[in-house]
């Protein structure tokens, strides 16, 4: 609104129109007069919106009005179902003022000096608008004044409605100009003019209402009537918070996901019936997480006499040093609205954006550890955590050393040659069947360049083994035999043949000094891939699908092979089907990649976790939200179209000897950033294969990939089970039961960053 001169009779106070409730108008000041307390109103404005920009027209002895004050927001709406219309109310005062000097006082004019008529104007011809207080207004003919007598009124201000309605359908405009026209009833001339400005957002991002962006910067109000292009844009945003900020609150009840479209509603089949369809408003769900999150982030701060409030909230648990006291609108703007434009409450809470809201105090250059507002939490917090999980993931998939298989498991095992350090060895002409030693080979003379007696190997003869697997690898107790290809005795510049099938016997620390390294056989992935690796183990009973998974840490594995050479160095020894060993598991991994990313980990993890207790069921019961879309029962994947990188697929599978077969992978698909692109994972990329995963796997039946197929069989390579990152198909985990057409088997999650501590 802004504020014309014009000419008035000398003998007429001014008449002033004031863009606000009387409730907010005028400052009081307390008084205590024979020991009686009692408030008295200044004729000063009251100051509020302080982080709001100032109106310079039009100001109490140096404060102004606001900009946002000027205007009618006509989002700020009521519906009408019966006449399909929308109603918009914004009070304001009308009255009079004294001005002496730079200050303003209340006026002393009595009789016809304080009667005013006044009328209202609007440009478009889709808007209809008129004036009310108490019972009287123009309703009926707007362009017909209303009289009003300030005469008995207390300080000479009176408090009247401006009513704006417009139809559902209507295409409303960005801005235009409403004229109230106000004169002395004593007059002719409609002398004084005040404008307000109808207004809807008109920013194309969220970024437009920081303090910092140098334009009119203001709040956002969800729109409900044909969204513009830029309004959609901030929909969108504000969709995708819904998704990424409100739904990672663990405290947070009653969640919904909703569609990140940028529009508000959406026609589906009426699940009633078939041949009708409906609207939903997707808004609705929208309103509803941003209300239940006031409750799940706010917090109060507790002193030591107890609560400030007396009703504490909680503390919410993160790795951030940030609280969130200061979460929400700005204090005192919900009741303000609600006392300006006659709304509830909640309905404003689910409905306006205000910039504290948003952004709080931010400042673009603050610290990662000074963090308001949801769009702040998005981009500092909900990305980062994003992109440094996936950091991590990919960590383990490009782990720099490659693993030694267990000899146990790996039919082509070439052990290193083996050097003797004394005299002591000896050769083995036969084994029994339990592998120790039979008949001592004493013919040692008749073997070229051998230089000692013919009852022991000498110190520093070598030895090359034949090719295959060690059934008694973990037996760590004993000595065993092992067959010998070729020796080469002290001496001699190369390997003679053996006479007859000879064995050694050696130790477990023996063992160790065998370079195995120098094979690519002896590798977990030999003859299927040469990546490296993080190997994958499972203990327990496989036969009866009791496995238990290793949840080691990424600096566990290179602490583990930065210096060995040799399988049996490992300590402890990566395994398959043993009680013993080091590996990671498809659940440790996820947890893994959690709490390693940089300290955003989510709650409820500790390093314990890492080696027990925190399986794929516990994950989905207890550290992340289930990923589900209420809004279109007709379709039976239409959650997918939320599934987004650094969410989790799970499985729980049961097995026909009653157990639960388990698996969990991490999403690698889509660009999620500041900028709001996100690119989701609908049904139809889904079933094409095209999503891509990481996840620990690795199947252990015959006729997978894990297997090398040797004259006509399947060997286990020794353990395959690793990081891999691939196409979803690859996870074994089936999405539907091809036969009902439903879907089955498996979970989609959101990680958890946030939670309340009781």
Same mark, same amino acid.
């Given at each position: 609104?802004?504020?014309?001169?014009?000419?008035?009779?000398?003998? %007429?106070?001014?008449?002033?129109?004031?863009?606000?409730?009387?409730?907010?108008?005028?400052?009081?000041?307390?008084?205590?007069?024979?020991?009686?307390?009692?408030?008295?109103?200044?004729?000063?404005?009251?100051?509020?919106?302080?982080?709001?920009?100032?109106?310079?027209?039009?100001?109490?002895?140096?404060?102004?009005?606001?900009?946002?004050?000027?205007?009618?927001?006509?989002?700020?709406?009521?519906?009408?179902?019966?006449?399909?219309?929308?109603?918009?109310?914004?009070?304001?005062?009308?009255?009079?003022?004294?001005?002496?000097?730079?200050?303003? +006082?209340?006026?002393?004019?009595?009789?016809?000096?304080?009667?005013?008529?006044?009328?209202?104007?609007?440009?478009?011809?889709?808007?209809?608008?008129?004036?009310?207080?108490?019972?009287?207004?123009?309703?009926?003919?707007?362009?017909?004044?209303?009289?009003?007598?300030?005469?008995?009124?207390?300080?000479?201000?009176?408090?009247?409605?401006?009513?704006?309605?417009?139809?559902?359908?209507?295409?409303?405009?960005?801005?235009?100009?409403?004229?109230?026209?106000?004169?002395?009833?004593?007059?002719?001339?409609? +002398?004084?003019?005040?404008?307000?400005?109808?207004?809807?957002?008109?920013?194309?991002?969220?970024?437009?209402?920081?303090?910092?962006?140098?334009?009119?910067?203001?709040?956002?109000?969800?729109?409900?009537?044909?969204?513009?292009?830029?309004?959609?844009?901030?929909?969108?945003?504000?969709?995708?918070?819904?998704?990424?900020?409100?739904?990672?609150?663990?405290?947070?009840?009653?969640?919904?996901?909703?569609?990140?479209?940028?529009?508000?509603?959406?026609?589906?089949?009426?699940?009633?019936?078939?041949?009708?369809?409906?609207?939903?408003?997707?808004?609705?769900?929208?309103?509803?997480?941003?209300?239940?999150?006031?409750?799940?982030?706010?917090?109060?701060?507790?002193?030591?006499?107890?609560?400030?409030?007396?009703?504490?909230?909680?503390?919410?648990?993160?790795?951030?040093?940030?609280?969130?006291?200061? /979460?929400?609108?700005?204090?005192?703007?919900?009741?303000?609205?609600?006392?300006?434009?006659?709304?509830?409450?909640?309905?404003?809470?689910?409905?306006?954006?205000?910039?504290?809201?948003?952004?709080?105090?931010?400042?673009?250059?603050?610290?990662?550890?000074?963090?308001?507002?949801?769009?702040?939490?998005?981009?500092?917090?909900?990305?980062?955590?994003?992109? %440094?999980?996936?950091?991590?993931?990919?960590? /383990?998939?490009?782990?720099?050393?490659?693993?030694?298989?267990?000899?146990?498991?790996?039919? %082509?095992?070439?052990?290193?040659?083996?050097?003797?350090?004394?005299?002591?060895?000896?050769?083995?002409?036969?084994?029994?069947?339990?592998?120790?030693?039979?008949?001592?080979?004493?013919?040692?003379?008749?073997?070229?360049?051998?230089?000692?007696?013919?009852?022991?190997?000498?110190?520093?003869?070598?030895?090359?083994?034949?090719?295959?697997?060690?059934?008694?690898?973990?037996?760590?107790?004993?000595?065993?035999? /092992?067959?010998?290809?070729?020796?080469?005795?002290?001496?001699?510049?190369?390997?003679?043949?053996?006479?007859?099938?000879?064995?050694?016997?050696?130790?477990?620390?023996?063992?160790?000094?065998?370079?195995?390294?120098?094979?690519?056989?002896?590798?977990?992935?030999?003859?299927?891939?040469?990546?490296?690796?993080?190997?994958?183990?499972?203990?327990?009973?496989?036969?009866?699908?009791?496995?238990?998974?290793?949840?080691?840490?990424?600096?566990?594995?290179?602490?583990?092979?930065?210096?060995? #050479?040799?399988?049996?160095?490992?300590?402890?020894?990566?395994?398959?089907?043993?009680?013993?060993?080091?590996?990671?598991?498809?659940?440790?991994?996820?947890?893994?990649?959690?709490?390693?990313?940089?300290?955003?980990?989510?709650?409820?993890?500790?390093?314990?976790?890492?080696?027990?207790?925190?399986?794929?069921?516990?994950?989905?019961?207890?550290?992340?939200?289930?990923?589900? #879309?209420?809004?279109?029962?007709?379709?039976?994947?239409?959650?997918?179209?939320?599934?987004?990188?650094?969410?989790?697929?799970?499985?729980?599978?049961?097995?026909?000897?009653?157990?639960?077969?388990?698996?969990?992978?991490?999403?690698?698909?889509?660009?999620?950033?500041?900028?709001?692109?996100?690119?989701?994972?609908?049904?139809?990329?889904?079933?094409?294969?095209?999503?891509?995963?990481?996840?620990?796997?690795?199947?252990?039946?015959?006729?997978?990939?894990?297997?090398?197929?040797?004259?006509?069989?399947? %060997?286990?390579?020794?353990?395959?089970?690793?990081?891999?990152?691939?196409?979803?198909?690859?996870?074994?985990?089936?999405?539907?039961?091809?036969?009902?057409?439903?879907?089955?088997?498996?979970?989609?999650?959101?990680?958890?960053?946030?939670?309340?501590?009781?």
């Amino acid at each position: 609104m802004s504020y014309e001169s014009t000419k008035y009779y000398f003998a %007429n106070p001014k008449i002033h129109l004031f863009p606000r409730s009387l409730k907010y108008l005028l400052k009081e000041e307390k008084k205590t007069e024979n020991g009686t307390e009692k408030t008295e109103k200044q004729c000063e404005l009251n100051e509020i919106l302080t982080t709001y920009k100032d109106d310079n027209a039009y100001c109490f002895a140096g404060k102004y009005f606001k900009e946002i004050e000027k205007r009618v927001y006509l989002d700020l709406n009521t519906y009408n179902s019966t006449n399909n219309e929308y109603t918009v109310i914004k009070k304001f005062c009308v009255g009079f003022l004294a001005k002496q000097g730079d200050t303003y +006082k209340f006026t002393d004019k009595q009789a016809v000096f304080c009667s005013i008529e006044l009328k209202c104007e609007v440009s478009d011809s889709n808007i209809t608008a008129y004036l009310k207080y108490d019972d009287i207004d123009n309703s009926s003919n707007p362009q017909t004044p209303i009289s009003l007598n300030l005469n008995n009124i207390e300080n000479r201000i009176k408090e009247l409605s401006l009513i704006i309605k417009y139809s559902a359908d209507a295409i409303l405009p960005a801005k235009s100009d409403l004229k109230i026209y106000a004169k002395h009833a004593n007059s002719n001339d409609w +002398k004084e003019t005040y404008i307000f400005k109808l207004y809807r957002n008109t920013e194309n991002s969220l970024d437009g209402f920081k303090q910092s962006s140098g334009q009119d910067t203001d709040f956002f109000v969800l729109p409900r009537v044909n969204p513009s292009e830029n309004q959609k844009k901030c929909i969108k945003q504000l969709q995708i918070i819904n998704n990424q900020v409100f739904a990672r609150n663990a405290s947070l009840t009653n969640f919904e996901f909703v569609e990140e479209s940028g529009e508000i509603e959406k026609t589906i089949l009426d699940p009633s019936d078939n041949t009708k369809t409906k609207i939903i408003y997707i808004d609705e769900s929208m309103k509803k997480n941003a209300c239940n999150s006031l409750e799940a982030f706010q917090y109060d701060i507790e002193t030591n006499t107890g609560c400030k409030s007396g009703n504490k909230i909680g503390v919410l648990s993160t790795n951030y040093s940030y609280n969130f006291s200061n /979460y929400g609108h700005n204090k005192g703007f919900i009741d303000y609205l609600k006392e300006e434009y006659s709304l509830d409450a909640e309905t404003l809470k689910g409905r306006i954006y205000d910039r504290n809201f948003l952004f709080g105090n931010y400042k673009d250059g603050d610290p990662d550890n000074k963090i308001e507002g949801i769009v702040n939490l998005y981009k500092k917090v909900v990305v980062n955590f994003i992109s %440094n999980t996936l950091v991590e993931a990919n960590r /383990y998939v490009n782990f720099p050393n490659r693993w030694l298989s267990c000899p146990k498991f790996n039919p %082509n095992y070439h052990r290193g040659n083996f050097t003797t350090q004394n005299a002591t060895k000896y050769l083995y002409s036969s084994v029994t069947a339990n592998q120790m030693p039979g008949t001592i080979y004493t013919n040692l003379t008749s073997m070229a360049g051998y230089n000692g007696t013919n009852d022991h190997l000498p110190a520093g003869t070598t030895v090359k083994f034949v090719i295959g697997k060690d059934k008694y690898a973990y037996k760590t107790n004993e000595s065993h035999c /092992y067959e010998i290809n070729e020796i080469k005795f002290p001496g001699q510049n190369s390997f003679n043949s053996v006479p007859q099938r000879l064995w050694i016997q050696l130790s477990d620390e023996e063992k160790r000094t065998c370079d195995d390294s120098q094979f690519d056989e002896n590798y977990s992935d030999y003859g299927l891939y040469a990546n490296n690796w993080v190997p994958y183990f499972i203990s327990g009973n496989y036969d009866s699908e009791q496995k238990f998974g290793g949840k080691h840490a990424y600096k566990d594995f290179e602490e583990m092979t930065v210096s060995n #050479n040799n399988w049996y160095g490992y300590e402890p020894r990566p395994s398959m089907f043993d009680s013993v060993g080091i590996g990671l598991d498809c659940s440790g991994f996820i947890i893994n990649c959690i709490c390693d990313c940089n300290n955003f980990g989510a709650f409820n993890i500790s390093v314990t976790d890492r080696k027990n207790g925190m399986n794929v069921t516990d994950i989905k019961n207890s550290i992340c939200r289930a990923i589900k #879309n209420n809004q279109n029962q007709n379709s039976n994947y239409d959650y997918l179209g939320f599934f987004q990188k650094s969410d989790v697929i799970m499985s729980e599978i049961p097995t026909a000897s009653g157990a639960v077969a388990r698996h969990i992978v991490l999403c690698n698909n889509g660009e999620v950033h500041s900028t709001f692109n996100n690119t989701v994972v609908t049904q139809e990329v889904l079933n094409t294969g095209d999503v891509q995963v990481i996840h620990n796997y690795g199947a252990t039946r015959d006729g997978e990939k894990n297997y090398i197929k040797t004259n006509g069989t399947y %060997n286990y390579d020794g353990c395959y089970m690793k990081t891999l990152q691939g196409p979803y198909n690859h996870t074994g985990i089936s999405l539907l039961d091809v036969t009902q057409k439903i879907k089955k088997e498996i979970t989609l999650g959101r990680i958890y960053l946030w939670k309340k501590e009781n």
